[in-house]
């Protein structure tokens, strides 16, 4: 990857979603660079030890002219002033669902609700790729019952959006939401090729980790195969293994 060349267009990509879903651990993922982090420590049962309190911040290079800023930002209604400094100009939105094994709550549904609500990507015209974490062991039946209830919030709020299985822990699961969010933008600055010269190299760091090429289906490889008219599609759900 070329480091020296100084980015000279920068674009805001927001990562949203519920309490747990792996915001930041899909921005320590895919940052080229240490990403700031801002959990504490929950003082309530939520699932897990530590919660965002603040913004995320991380960094990824489309191409050599061009930055994207990576910003997780917690799913609690009370962080609203957080949503709304990031709000404005948006590039895209990433929205990660939680699995959960009994079955999504109507609060769960509503907090999906309150998220399009805010940033209006219908009305914005914003990009829009759905992330369902936590579905390892997941029989095909349970997650296209989630992903139909997913599309039928986005409806709601006019957004056809591509809903896809996806492992924050794994690099190249979480270079897949790029790929398909630079499917949908219009922006014609960053083009599949320069990504996938970009996507290659961060695979082939060695801070890449072990499994970060594990999959043996690129799906790079043929994007004539995810290059969907997703006006015409109910969903997309694409099952992986091992999300967390």
Known sequence: MNTAATPNIYKKLAVVGEVGAGKTQLIQTISEISPFATEARSSVDIGKEFTTVGIDYGRLSLDEHTALGLYGLPGQRR?????????GELWGLVVLV???PHGQTEQDLQQLEHLLAFFEPGRHHIPVVVGITHSEDVDTAAL??????TFDVLTKHQVIAPVVAVDPR?????????????ILSEDADCDLHNFETQYHALLDSPDAGPDAGS?????LSDTDSINTDFANTEAIVAPQQGIA
């Open 79 to 87: 962080f609203s002033m957080l949503w709304e400094m990031v709000k």
């Open 98 to 100: 939680r699995f959960k």
């Open 144 to 149: 296209e019952q989630l992903s139909e209830a």
């Open 170 to 182: 794994q690099l190249e699961s979480s270079l897949t939401l790029l790929e398909l969010m630079l």
């Open 215 to 219: 999959d043996t289906t690129d799906p």
